[in-house]
């Protein structure tokens, strides 16, 4: 009986072995599938939301004060950490890396960049400000109002935290598949006449092609960032056509896809036959 209710309700079975069972061991390549979905799949939430009439903001991380996707947003963010965090691989290395990515994905999460993000006069969003009670009415008064941008700053310096964490995590991103995802094991990936099978051989260009994504796409950021601390004003084509958005986008696909292959998709394509369960 599936819904038990008497004193004896779900007791083990003392006929099953349990320690034997891989159905309780984390499936690492299924969840390393599951977490290259979510990230190639959030640039694409966050352009839903500008065709359903969410303000095209310019970057993804601005996406933030929307007030739906801004949820979307972080929970995607958490869920990626989590599961970086809980990602073993092959060595303790390995495992301490993708912990700190993980630590770094909880960092965008927690401090959202500053400023508005969005060029259009008129947009619903969310605001961080201080609200006063009005002492003879449920109205409340905004402060300071002669300061807008603050509306969009959780506090000072909480940018430079949400870029230094944006700058780790894709620094760890590239670096996991220029040098984690490339390794060779010898058992699985070498053929008899010393060669590297096919499959891993296509698996480890599309990492480097990733990974090289994902550096020119970090470049990009910091030489428009460099851009405006010199002149004080970004690119006028970089603000025209949301270039941090698009650029951000690229960064977060290529890393989808690689940890898409990396879970070898559902066992479809990319597999090896020798290749053994990541658990």
């Not at 996707?69 to 965090?85: H, N, Y």
């Not at 009005?134 to 409340?140: G, K, L």
Request: charged share 15%; hydrophobic share 50%; net charge negative.
């Amino acid at each position: 009986m599936l819904f038990e209710t008497g004193a004896g309700r779900f007791q083990p079975d003392p006929d099953y072995n349990y320690a034997s069972d891989q159905r309780y061991v984390l499936d690492q390549q299924f969840l390393a599938f599951v977490v290259g979905s979510v990230a190639l799949g959030l640039p694409i939430a966050m352009l839903i939301g500008v065709v359903t009439g969410t303000c095209f903001y310019d970057s993804i991380s601005h996406f933030y004060y929307s007030k739906l996707f801004g949820d979307v947003l972080v929970s995607a963010l958490v869920f990626i950490g989590t599961f970086l965090v809980a990602y073993r691989g092959e060595s303790r290395r390995e495992s301490r890396l993708a912990t700190f990515a993980g630590f770094s994905a909880f960092g965008i999460a927690l401090f959202p960049t500053t400023g508005r993000g969005c060029e259009e006069l008129d947009f619903s969003g969310r605001i961080l400000a201080d609200l006063k009670a009005a002492s003879a009415s449920d109205a409340v008064s905004v402060s300071p109002a002669e300061d807008f941008g603050q509306f969009f700053q959780l506090f000072p310096y909480a940018d430079a935290l949400h870029f230094t964490s944006a700058a780790l995590l894709f620094s760890f991103l590239a670096f996991y598949t220029f040098f984690v995802f490339t390794r060779v094991i010898e058992d699985e990936h070498v053929t008899e006449d010393g060669e590297l099978t096919p499959v891993k051989k296509a698996r480890n260009r599309l990492y480097i092609s990733s990974g090289v994504v994902i550096v020119v796409a970090m470049l990009a950021m910091a030489a428009n960032a460099l851009n405006s601390a010199i002149t004080d004003m970004p690119w006028a084509w970089w603000t025209e056509y949301n270039a941090t958005f698009w650029v951000e986008a690229a960064a977060l696909w290529a890393f989808g896809v690689s940890w898409m292959v990396k879970g070898r998709l559902f066992g479809l394509v990319f597999l090896d036959p020798r290749d053994r369960p990541r658990q």
